[in-house]
């Protein structure tokens, strides 16, 4: 199943992406999942997120990949690899701002 899910994660049909999600929280707290993004995640797949211990998450490479499968990821992790689970530390609408900035390409 989570291999399913990483294939997904690079091979499928091109997203759509909603923007609900960040809506639903304070520009404050959106600013910090930023400095999450970029300090935490950059700390595995790179600082400008081209890669590293963990693959590139540009929204280039994430094209095709949908919210739902990237919240699910970062939400639940990816057993077998150095890509922990998040669950404990954010919420579900906090999970999909994260996809979706990904998606967007809103990185700095």
């Known amino acids: 199943m989570r291999e399913a899910l990483i294939a ?3 091979f499928s049909v091109p997203a759509v992406v909603a923007p609900a ?20 995640c950059g700390s595995c797949h790179g600082l400008t997120l081209k890669g590293g211990l ?21 939400l639940d992790g990816v057993p077998g690899t150095a ?11 906090e999970a999909k701002w994260i996809a979706e900035f990904l998606l967007k390409g809103d990185v700095e």
Request: glycine share 4%; charged share 25%; hydrophobic share 40%.
């Open 21 to 40: 999600a960040a809506a639903e929280l304070p520009q404050a707290r959106t600013l910090e999942l930023e400095r999450l993004v970029l300090q935490d």
């Open 83 to 93: 890509m922990p689970p998040w669950r404990p530390l954010l919420s579900e609408t």
């Open 54 to 74: 963990g693959p590139d998450i540009r929204p280039e490479t994430l094209q095709g990949t949908s919210a739902e499968t990237l919240t699910e990821i970062v």
């Open 8 to 10: 997904l994660l690079f």
